[in-house]
């Protein structure tokens, strides 16, 4: 007998820790364990090495054994802040700012970033520093209201934003703001980009539209905050963007290449002249599958395949547009059944 393995059968040896890279070789995949596996080859989840070619971590510099918290004393803080682990995640902040300069998706000394370091503390980008020139000097730490722990230099002014979505969001570890301009434009107008086009854009981003407040005030952190739960990648209207990530800051910063990029791409095919092709609801069940598997937020898990794709807007609570087939005697309708038969007594009757 031939072995069929399934997405789930895939997710669960995932969890279980086990290689997906040795299957039986008569096993059988079905298309979604097809795409997921590909899906792994083209995007080993971050953090986790993928089965082949496992880097090696024994040099890596490692995080404190005892974490600390804004309660540590002034010399914890200031040996943490300065030690190699605490350098490696300045120096990633430095080079994900200069990958933004790069991209144009920050002007002047706009973008900011934050990884959480302990309970209630964060190392942050400064104020005033363009992301181009960042250096691992540059960087703070500050508690999570705000207050400046360690760094020479001012730490950003919309850092508030950022500790509330790691308040809110006890997952998020990192977090991106900057202003990259397609994805700013639909926070501009206000509107979510339309969904259901591209795979990359529905497996790694999740986006929500959080409405115009001062940046760096209490409401705009508050505001976004209230968003973490179900949405990873958030447009800030009339300002720019802002991502989190359970996984890393680079994660976080690929939320705003692939929005970015989506943007970019669904405004010129709205340029072609022709009808925009959409996903089907099971094409994008098995994309929402794969990103339920990567530990990624979304408000559509568990809404009705017909749900997915029917709409511009997503409608969680909205019943199903498309009746649901019925479960018994596909097409049987009792009463139907009834009166056609009346009718075919009444006939044959006639005809005697
Ligand atoms: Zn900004």
């Not at 040996?79 to 790069?102: D, V």
């Not at 989190?244 to 680079?250: T, V």
Request: charged share 20%.
């Amino acid at each position: 007998m031939k072995n069929v393995i399934s997405l789930k059968d895939l997710e669960q040896m995932v969890r279980n820790g086990q290689s997906v890279s040795n299957l039986p070789a008569d096993s059988i995949l079905t298309p979604s364990a097809r795409e997921f596996l590909h899906d792994l080859e083209m995007h080993p989840a971050p953090g986790k090495s993928p089965d082949k070619a496992t880097p090696d971590v024994s040099s890596k510099p490692q995080p404190p054994s005892k974490p600390l918290t804004s309660k540590s004393s002034k010399a914890e803080l200031e040996t943490f802040f300065n030690s190699p682990y605490a350098h490696s995640l300045k120096e990633q902040i430095c080079e994900m700012g200069h990958r933004l300069w790069k991209r144009a998706y920050v002007d002047g000394n706009g973008g900011n970033m934050a990884i959480r370091v302990g309970e209630d503390i964060a190392i942050c980008t400064p104020t005033l520093v363009s992301k181009g020139s960042l250096k691992p000097e540059d960087m703070c730490l500050v508690d999570f209201e705000g207050n400046q722990l360690c760094g020479t230099k001012k730490r950003t002014s919309e850092i508030l934003m950022h500790l509330q979505m790691m308040k809110r969001q006890p997952k998020a570890i990192a977090t991106c703001h900057c202003h990259p301009p397609y994805a700013t434009a639909f926070a501009v107008a206000g509107v979510a980009p339309p969904t259901c086009m591209l795979p990359e854009y529905e497996v790694f981003c999740a986006v929500g539209v959080a409405p115009y407040r001062t940046p760096g005030s209490p409401e705009m952190g508050k505001l976004v905050a209230d968003l973490t739960d179900q949405y990873n990648t958030i447009l800030m209207a009339n300002h720019g963007v802002v991502t989190w990530s359970h996984n890393n800051i680079e994660e976080a910063y690929w939320r705003m290449e692939i929005i970015e990029a989506y943007c970019r791409t669904i405004v010129v095919a709205g340029q072609l002249g022709k009808p925009i092709n959409t996903f089907t609801g099971p094409q994008m069940k098995d994309l929402l599958n794969i990103k339920q598997s990567l530990g990624f937020v979304d408000p559509r898990f568990g809404m009705k395949e017909c749900e997915l794709c029917d709409s511009g807007e997503w409608r969680p609570g909205v019943s199903c547009a498309v009746p649901p087939k019925q479960e018994t005697g596909a097409g049987y309708d009792a009463e139907a059944e009834k009166v056609v038969q009346a009718i075919t007594d009444q006939i044959l009757a006639q005809m005697k």
